[in-house]
């Protein structure tokens, strides 16, 4: 039995499932004000900022445990887009859970199912952001490809996430989306994300 809480990202594993089915710690909720985030070394939710704006998440968010976006999981950005600058951006990989049930806080782990995920760049840096359902849940459940998701709820998610930095008078976008993909790619962010992880904090 553990003394101590696990840290979120470090203390939880991905499952013996993965890439397939992964615990995802959950941040925030669609009913949320503020944008919660961990906090790296304590594991801590703390206050990233208050939704100056309408900006609402229409799912559960969050990251996968022991993963990291650096030099593998940027390497797929890069080929998609036929360049080799961009670098990852040294954050555990995020995740967007779809539910049908009303969940209404976060600082909770959820196993979900990938299903496909947007490619992001903000400020240049890959950022991926995985679409998954949760598993069993009685509308989203049987999902197993993003084509499956009404199309009303993909340009939702793909309006918060292309907006949800910006403030008035910005001159451009932080945040581009570059491509959408189904559950194949998104199986091989998670994939080399984990190995991200493994080489840059495998030996702590």
């Known amino acids: 039995m553990r003394k101590y809480k696990a840290h979120p990202w470090h203390g939880i594993k991905l499952g013996k499932d993965s890439p397939y089915v992964v615990s995802s710690f959950i941040e925030i909720v669609p009913t949320d004000t503020v944008k919660y985030e961990v906090d790296k ?15 609402i998440i229409p799912a559960l968010y969050g990251f ?37 049930k009303d969940i209404t806080h ?19 840096k890959a950022d991926d952001k995985l679409i998954a359902v949760l598993e069993g849940d009685a509308i989203y459940g049987h999902y197993r490809s993003i084509k499956d998701v009404p199309s009303m709820v ?17 001159s451009e976008p932080r945040c581009i989306l570059t491509d959408v993909y189904d559950a194949e790619t998104a199986y091989d962010v998670i994939q080399r994300s984990t ?9 702590e």
Do not use: M, W
């Open 41 to 55: 070394e304590t594991g801590y939710l703390t206050i990233d900022r208050p939704q100056k704006y309408s900006n």
């Open 64 to 100: 996968l445990p022991q993963t990291y976006s650096s030099k593998h999981t940027a390497e797929l950005t890069n080929i998609s887009l036929n360049r080799t600058d961009i670098e990852g951006d040294g954050d555990p990989v995020d995740i967007c859970v779809l539910t049908e």
């Open 106 to 124: 976060g600082d909770i782990i959820v196993r979900a199912r990938p299903i496909g995920g947007f490619r992001l760049l903000d400020q240049n």
């Open 154 to 170: 993909i340009d939702r998610l793909k309006h918060y996430f292309t907006t949800y930095k910006d403030l008035p008078g910005d």
């Open 195 to 203: 190995l991200d992880y493994e080489e840059t904090f495998g030996d």
